[in-house]
């Protein structure tokens, strides 16, 4: 299960099970780049108190894809990181 990248401006009803609405809470996102797989750990997210499922705001998404872009020129193959918004 991964978390899904996507606008989310408020709480809202869980698009996969419909039987609850997202907190806001932190989120493993795991990213794959080319030959870099990325994980970032406690990233702002809502998430489902019912399915778990996780979303993730698009900006923090962006901040999260430039990181593993920077991360990726340096050939590292593996990174895990905890999410930070600087
Ligand atoms: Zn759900």
């Given at each position: 299960?991964?978390?899904?990248?996507?606008?989310?401006?408020?709480?809202?009803?869980?698009?996969?099970?419909?039987?609850?609405?997202?907190?806001?809470?932190?989120?493993?996102?795991?990213?794959?780049?080319?030959?870099?797989?990325?994980?970032v750990?406690?990233v702002?997210?809502?998430?489902?108190?019912?399915?778990?499922?996780?979303?993730?705001d698009?900006a923090v998404a962006r901040l999260v894809l430039r990181r593993?872009?920077?991360?990726?020129?340096?050939?590292?193959?593996?990174?895990?990181?905890?999410y930070t918004a600087a």
């Amino acid at each position: 299960m991964g978390a899904r990248l996507q606008a989310t401006e408020e709480d809202m009803m869980c698009v996969v099970c419909r039987q609850a609405e997202t907190e806001m809470g932190q989120a493993t996102v795991v990213l794959e780049r080319g030959g870099l797989t990325m994980v970032v750990k406690q990233v702002p997210a809502r998430v489902c108190p019912n399915c778990g499922e996780e979303y993730v705001d698009e900006a923090v998404a962006r901040l999260v894809l430039r990181r593993a872009e920077e991360v990726a020129r340096y050939g590292t193959l593996v990174e895990i990181t905890q999410y930070t918004a600087a």
